[in-house]
């Protein structure tokens, strides 16, 4: 019997069903989040258990992993590369301002990392393209007073993160995921990627990277999230 398309989501509610049944046998478990049927098994893939370079399991304690990043809101900014500020500043010899043409002539670095949201979901092996922070503070000419970074974005969002962490390689102003530019509810037309802390500090609509000497914590973190973020540690809350 042939399906005509209106039965179709009939079918894949079956093949989710059977898929339920087998993942239920498996030992693992299925949650819809947000419309979308995701497998949250940390126990049984075995990406989880691998070891990173460091030495630390790929996977952050008390995390499940999702097969993509759930959307998890914010305040959006304006997503037209046309609208886009980027302001370095701060206690800088070279403070200056980069539109998204000026971004995009900036070396490009494009790498797979893995992130992970304090609400314990992670996603192994997201695609990123961007800016690294450590080239901007080149650029700006930090001072050496400077230990803190405070990722500015749309209506008063900020995110503080220690100089040393901002500056790791895989820290970013991303502009694309997955080859693609940021979709809507990720930041558009770029955002902060701190892969190696907790998702907040990763500032989506960002507008402005500023050096400081004198730390200040930002929307999350002086609304009882941890200052620091450290998801192996487990710095959910401060
Ligand atoms: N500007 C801005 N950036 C933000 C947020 C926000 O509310 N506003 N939320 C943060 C939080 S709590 C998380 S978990 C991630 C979620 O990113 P995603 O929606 O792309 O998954 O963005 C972070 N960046
Ligand atoms: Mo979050």
């Known amino acids: 019997?042939?399906?005509?398309?209106?039965?179709f989501?009939?079918?894949?509610?079956?093949?989710r069903r059977r898929a339920f049944l087998r993942a239920a046998a498996a030992g693992t478990t299925f949650l819809a989040l947000g419309g979308g049927t995701y497998v949250l098994a940390a126990d049984s893939d075995p990406r989880g258990k691998q070891l990173r370079p460091d030495g630390r399991p790929r996977l952050p304690p008390g995390q499940r992993i999702l097969d993509a990043l759930k959307p998890m809101g914010g305040e959006p900014g304006d997503p037209s590369p046309s609208a886009f500020k980027l302001r370095v500043h701060g206690d800088v010899d070279n403070p200056f301002e980069l539109d998204?043409?000026?971004l995009l002539a900036l070396p490009q670095t494009e790498q797979t990392c893995d992130v992970h949201c304090v609400t314990g979901w992670s996603v192994l092996g997201a695609r990123f393209t961007g800016v690294k922070v450590a080239e901007?503070?080149?650029?700006?000419?930090?001072?050496?007073?400077?230990r803190h970074v405070i990722f500015e974005a749309a209506n008063g969002y900020t995110a503080n993160v220690r100089l040393a962490e901002a500056t790791a390689p895989n820290v970013l102003i991303a502009h694309k995921h997955e080859g693609n530019p940021l979709t809507r509810p990720h930041g558009p037309p770029a955002r902060a990627l701190v892969p190696d802390l907790y998702f907040w500090k990763s500032a989506k609509w960002v507008t402005g990277v500023r050096f400081v000497r004198t730390d200040r914590p930002g929307y999350w973190e002086t609304r009882?999230?941890?200052?620091?973020?450290?998801?192996w540690a487990e710095e959910r809350h401060g």
């Open 9 to 15: 989501p009939e079918l894949e509610n079956v093949i």
């Open 100 to 102: 998204f043409a000026g």
């Open 224 to 231: 009882g999230y941890h200052n620091h973020a450290d998801p």
């Open 136 to 146: 901007l503070a080149k650029m700006a000419k930090v001072r050496d007073t400077v």
């Open 1 to 7: 019997m042939s399906k005509p398309k209106d039965e």
